[in-house]
């Protein structure tokens, strides 16, 4: 597979970053993301398979939606989070979904209560912890059960919204004023009360990290983020406090209507995707955009489809639509 080592950062806007750490992402074929999406089960069986492949990223259009509420309270037992889950740095969007503000209440226990069997982390858990500003951190997996970060294309920032709305990283921040990729920066808290620190590349970073993606050095068991399955964590070390995955409520997001141009960026994986005919990709285009293939041939209507009543119907841009399905 990849053999490159490690990261090279792509985006010269971020050269706070580009001192520490480079990370070169869509490194990988169409073929090396959609094999590393479908895998699962042993954590280092993953990680010796998608060995120096980094997430897909694509850059989204620039939007706003109002600014970061975040009130951290105390009790004897928690660090209380009352947050409104929009990031206290800019947003992307490079798929149909947009941040809305939330009325999340995160308990973190001051004391975690280590399992004797960690709980593994499944595609049924997808808030997992917060990040210091008080924007979700999620686990590996997709809404298909895939490894997110892979099977979809994360936005400059690390993160993107799902279809409620909800704002939440995939990889480690990489917007906002702290620098996330240094690996002795704390990040967030999981939901286990466990610290979550900064990227840290397993290669290099001792001792060992476990299957949980955490470690114990100068007396203090943490997290890491990795460049690397499963990103965050892949397994709950203590007991998680459960009502934090009860927060999220079924809310129809949309865009605001203003939103910047397509930046352009890198377009997801490098080296040439299937379908450049004039035959829709609707794999692709469901990926990427987000919607079932289903909902996407049902606007279209019979082929050879109507593109512009589809974009209307689907609230996507003519242009993203047609690059979706890879029939411009
Ligand atoms: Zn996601
Ligand atoms: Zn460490």
Not at 215 to 229: F, I, K, L, M, S
């Amino acid at each position: 597979m990849i053999s490159r080592l490690f990261l090279f950062f792509v985006f010269t806007s971020f050269s706070l970053l580009a001192e520490t750490t480079v990370l070169n992402f869509n490194n990988g074929s169409n073929d090396d993301y959609e094999n590393a999406a479908k895998l699962s089960g042993d954590v280092r069986k993953i990680q010796k398979e998608t060995d120096g492949l980094l997430p897909r990223l694509k850059e989204g259009n620039l939007y706003d939606v109002g600014d970061n509420e975040v009130k951290i309270t105390e009790t004897d037992k928690y660090i209380i989070y009352k947050t409104n889950n929009i990031p206290d740095h800019e947003l992307y969007t490079n798929n149909p979904n947009c941040a809305i503000e939330q009325s999340y209440t995160f308990k973190i226990p001051k004391e975690p209560k280590f399992l004797e069997n960690p709980r593994t982390i499944t595609k049924s858990y997808q808030e997992i912890g917060i990040a210091l500003n008080g924007v979700v951190i999620a686990g590996p997996f997709d809404s298909e059960n895939k490894i997110a970060p892979y099977n979809r294309q994360i936005a400059q920032c690390g993160g993107h919204s799902d279809m409620q709305g909800m704002y939440h990283y995939h990889f480690a921040p990489m917007c906002g004023e702290e620098n996330f990729l240094i690996s002795d920066t704390q990040i967030g808290w999981a939901f286990d009360g466990i610290k979550i620190m900064g990227l840290a590349d397993r290669k290099k970073h001792e001792p060992e990290i476990d299957d949980c993606n955490g470690h114990e050095h100068d007396g203090d068991y943490h997290y890491h983020a990795t460049p690397d399955y499963p990103f965050f964590m892949g397994c709950f070390k203590a007991k998680p406090y459960t009502s934090n995955f009860n927060q999220k409520r079924k809310t129809n997001a949309s865009c605001p209507a203003e939103m910047s141009s397509s930046k352009g960026g890198p377009d997801g994986p490098s080296g040439d995707g299937p379908g450049k005919g004039k035959k829709p990709n609707f794999d692709n285009a469901s990926k990427v955009l987000g919607v079932s293939e289903n909902d996407m041939k049902k606007a279209l209507g019979p082929p050879p489809g109507d593109f512009e009543k589809a974009s209307k119907k689907l609230g996507i841009s003519l242009d993203d639509l047609k690059e979706a399905l890879e029939v411009k």
